[in-house]
């Protein structure tokens, strides 16, 4: 892996670890209890951390089955599609450490943290 790759690799690992505690909590009994709707980014940019958008609660919604059969097949797809492409970046295994553990941590105007 080159460190070069190292924000994008951290941003697929922590997105598959979110996608990963969704399914996890749907196999528990978990339901949609929020979510955000707004624009992407255009195809050739990267997903921002943060982006705008309408939050809503939906912790009262009963959402039909197959919805939620839905999302979780599409959560399951993307995960599946992260570690293809943390593949080919050099990562693989099934929760591969974040890392940003092994690289020197930057600080505002590059310089080293210790």
Do not use: C, H, W
């Not at 309408?54 to 992260?82: C, H, S, W």
């Not at 105007?109 to 210790?114: F, S």
């Amino acid at each position: 892996m080159e460190y070069s790759n190292i924000n994008q690799v951290n941003r697929l690992v922590q997105e598959r670890r979110s996608i990963t505690a969704a399914l996890a909590s749907f196999d528990q009994g978990g339901r949609i209890i929020a979510m955000s709707v707004g624009q992407p980014p255009p195809a050739d940019q990267p997903m921002p951390a943060l982006f705008g958008g309408a939050q809503v609660n939906t912790a009262f919604i009963d959402y039909p089955p197959a919805m939620v059969e839905a999302i979780k097949a599409a959560l399951t797809a993307r995960q599946g599609a992260i570690t293809n492409e943390l593949a080919q970046l050099g990562v693989t295994g099934s929760d591969a450490p974040t890392p940003q553990a092994a690289a020197p941590m930057m600080g505002p105007r590059g310089r080293r943290v210790q």
